[in-house]
């Protein structure tokens, strides 16, 4: 967790899965989907809410990789990587922060080369 970002959750990580590996004392969890989308996974962007007492705090959730933000990786995230390594795209906050898949702290084409890898199946993120 940095600066209410809930950081590298890994990629077709469901609702139910993350809500597993949460410790809390909230009341309830709760999840908003950032594009009202129908997918089962957690996307970059959604927000988690904890409920302890009344009191709501709010955390935003990046998937590593999920650069288009629909909780799945593939060619449309390495197709927004390129455009935006060459100039041709810009990347939100949270966007940035999961297309830094080495977590170096910067979008590079070693993220790029990664992500590719993982698209083929060659590595897990």
Known sequence: IDNDIILKIKPETSFEDLK???ITNANGITIEKKNNSDTKYICTGDKLTFNL????KTYTLVVVG??????????????KLKKFMIG????????ALA??????????VCDLSMLVKSIIGLINL
């Open 20 to 22: 597993k590996n949460i």
């Open 53 to 56: 007492n009344g009191n709501l």
């Open 66 to 79: 999920d650069v288009m933000s629909d909780g799945e990786l593939n060619v449309s995230d390495l197709s």
């Open 88 to 95: 041709l795209a810009v990347l939100e906050h949270n966007e």
């Open 99 to 108: 297309a830094d898949i080495n977590d170096d702290g910067e979008v590079d």
